[in-house]
């Protein structure tokens, strides 16, 4: 039997004071001192629609000003997988990997593809094959020339090499052909309508095939991009000079690029604050303290969703029931409104709402997927769990994610789902709970993706975010359809049947769509058009003097 809509109301209500109060805890002890705590309560996202006009109509306005010996420096939370492109794991690299590499296409601000490396591009032969024509001047920084055959090295590294962790999504490139000097061929076994779009990302960064070998290339990166890896510290910071010779004069524009890495968001703050830094990405709780001042703030551009990943290897959710106990066990909205003070969007799929192909038929108040304590209560009970289930919910050590993990305890304890929470290491979540299988459950933001059929691919076999190997001939057949056609309009069909069959895995639980706050100070130069990304992308900005 179905709660009441006013019991339902009065429950999210209690859900969304605990999450406030949670949040001004957690971000007042990350940061010493900080009273966003107060600030945030008054944020809304009326009110950031303000700061956000205010601080897109900032941008372009210095460009001609920037200083072409500056040094531009930009805050994030976590390092790279690798630099290695074939061995890079996480869309989030490409904060790094951009800077030092370049790939096949790029991915405008709209997410509209443009050439990079590949001048033209199209589908042939009836889809069953892609050409692309390169340019011929570009160089790498040991000299080694780009052309086709260097565009073939680096696809057939990443399907053969045992650590590629590309593997999966080239399953369908059969060969890759050489067709002249400046014109490569990518003959497919199957459908391939997201190959143009993930060579605008990890996989369609092109390193030097005369540095395959290196043996540091994970820490060295020998790319043709606009700047080069000068130094290197984990867990620290990343520093960048300009490459002279790059093909696009105008790419860099700063003489110098440093990344640092921090986790506390008010200390991400404080660094624009006190000019150590010219752009980072804050808690939604920050966004009218960084408004106030003085910075330029905005909702960051990005495909992020916000999730529940179990491991459905061990009990409690080796059980179809209990993953679907889990979805209606979580109240979105209040997560959306008291964690993130309103500025993110529940979705029950794992793409935004204004993404082109976000699937209709699945939406979070759907009676398949809705806040449903007692649903979740009888599902639980169907699984023989009638008196709830005790677990482990490991929680990287970032601000947000520990203030998901403190919402949730209340709303899973309600229906049975009783968590003990265990703080791992941000950098190695990936490693603890998909390779280690350690913990029952895990709250994630999952990374920007190139295609849809990306965020989709870990309910395949084979793939590193699912070592049980979970899936079901409805979604591989599904998935496969979803990458049929090579228009937008041609796939969305497929792409609905995808979306569809995996609310029948439901190995993970999306919640949110994610859009935090990013803040530059005036120094920051953007070009026209820019768009600060929860993975940003620094090609042509600069700093002024």
């Avoid at 055959?149 to 045992?162: G, Y």
Wanted: proline share 7%.
């Amino acid at each position: 039997m179905r709660a009441s809509a006013t019991t339902l109301r009065g429950r999210r209500t209690r859900w969304l004071i605990s999450a406030l109060a949670i949040t001004a805890l957690t971000v007042t002890a990350c940061g010493g001192g900080s009273d966003s705590g107060s600030d945030g309560d008054a944020t809304s996202s009326g009110q950031l629609g303000g700061t956000v006009s205010e601080g897109v109509d900032t941008i372009g306005a210095n460009y001609d000003q920037r200083d072409p010996d500056g040094t531009f420096r930009y805050v994030f939370v976590q390092n790279p997988t690798n630099f290695d492109p074939a061995r890079s794991s996480n869309a989030f690299d490409m904060i790094f990997l951009r800077l030092v590499y370049d790939q096949l296409l790029r991915q405008n601000a709209e997410g509209e593809l443009e050439p990079q490396l590949a001048t033209e591009w199209e589908f042939v032969d009836d889809d069953t094959a892609l050409v692309m024509k390169l340019r011929d001047d570009v160089d790498f920084i040991d000299g080694t020339h780009f052309d086709a055959s260097v565009v073939k090295a680096n696809i057939d590294r990443a399907k053969t090499l045992e650590t590629s962790v590309h593997k999966g999504a080239l399953a369908r490139v059969a060969d890759v052909q050489v067709i002249d000097e400046y014109t490569v061929r990518f003959n497919l076994s199957g459908p391939g309508g997201n190959l143009p779009a993930i060579f605008a990302a990890n996989l369609g960064s092109m390193a030097s095939p005369a540095a395959f070998d290196n043996p540091d290339l994970d820490q060295n990166p020998v790319g043709s991009g606009f700047a080069t890896l000068t130094e290197y510290v984990p867990g620290q910071v990343s520093r960048y000079e300009r490459n002279e010779d790059y093909w696009d004069p105008e790419a860099a524009g700063a003489a110098k690029y440093e990344i640092y890495i921090q986790t506390s968001a008010p200390t991400r703050l404080n660094m624009l604050q006190t000019g150590q830094a010219e752009l980072t990405y804050l808690d939604a709780s920050q966004a009218e303290q960084s408004a106030a001042a003085g910075l330029n703030t905005a909702p960051s551009q990005t495909l992020t969703i916000l999730q529940m990943y179990t491991n459905p290897g061990k009990p409690p959710f080796d059980d179809f029931r209990v993953r679907e106990a889990l979805e209606h066990a979580i109240d979105r909205q209040a997560i959306v409104d008291g964690v993130f003070f309103g500025l993110d969007a529940p979705v029950a799929q794992f793409m935004p709402p204004d993404y082109w192909a976000y699937d209709e038929g699945v939406q979070p108040d759907d009676p398949r997927y809705n806040y449903d304590p007692e649903k979740a209560k009888q599902l639980l009970t169907e699984a023989g769990y009638p008196d709830g289930i005790d677990f482990e919910m490991v929680v990287p050590s970032l601000d947000d994610h520990r203030a998901v993990a403190e919402a949730l305890l209340p709303m899973l304890a309600e229906v049975g789902l009783r968590a003990t929470t265990r703080v791992i290491e941000a950098s190695s979540a990936g490693v603890t709970f998909f390779s280690r299988q350690e913990g029952n459950l895990m709250p994630g933001m999952a990374p920007p993706f190139s295609d849809v059929t990306s965020a989709y691919q870990t309910n395949l076999t084979g793939q590193f975010s699912n070592p049980w190997n979970l899936t079901t001939p409805e979604f591989e057949a599904a998935w496969l359809e979803a990458l049929e056609g090579a228009t937008q309009d041609d796939r969305l069909p497929g792409i609905a049947k995808m979306v569809q069959a995996e609310k029948e895995i439901r190995k993970n639980v999306p919640i949110l769509a994610h859009y935090p706050p990013s803040a530059w100070t005036d120094k920051a130069a953007f070009p026209e058009g820019y768009l600060p990304a929860y993975s940003a992308d620094l090609r042509y900005v600069g700093v002024t003097g």
